[in-house]
């Protein structure tokens, strides 16, 4: 089960880090990648971080986002530096057993947390 958390209202320029918790003993083993959906569009990739922490970005992000996880926590975090109004829409994360940027390998799925970046 995921969990993701830390979305909020945030001004342009701005940073939200947001976090995904999971359970069970072997999240370590999953790759873990952040999407999301604005009204009025289809869901995007975002980040991606592997197993052994290696990471890719969608272009848009790259430079601005940095994705981590602290197996430790059973956490992934997405770390989100200037923040712009494009940046809006419902985050989510995923686990699956393969790093990829395609939502059909990811086999489980958080509930989604809001970003509203404002002008």
């Known amino acids: 089960q995921l969990q993701a958390s830390g979305g909020g209202l945030v001004q342009a320029g701005g940073s939200l880090r947001l976090s995904c918790a999971a359970s069970?003993?072997?999240?370590?083993?999953?790759?873990v990648g952040w999407f999301r959906q604005a009204p009025g569009k289809e869901r995007a990739f975002v980040a991606a971080?592997?197993?052994?922490?290696?990471?890719y970005y969608t272009d848009s992000v790259k430079d601005r986002f940095t994705i981590s996880r602290d197996n430790t926590k059973n956490t992934v975090y997405l770390q989100m530096n200037s923040l712009k109004p494009e940046d809006t829409a419902v985050y989510y994360c995923?686990?699956?057993?393969?790093?990829?940027?395609?939502?059909?390998?990811?086999?489980?799925w958080g509930q989604g947390t809001q970003v509203t970046v404002s002008s």
């Open positions: 995923a686990a699956g057993l393969n790093l990829s940027g395609s939502s059909p390998y990811y086999d489980y």
């Open positions: 971080i592997s197993r052994r922490s290696n990471s």
């Open positions: 069970g003993r072997t999240f370590s083993t999953y790759a």
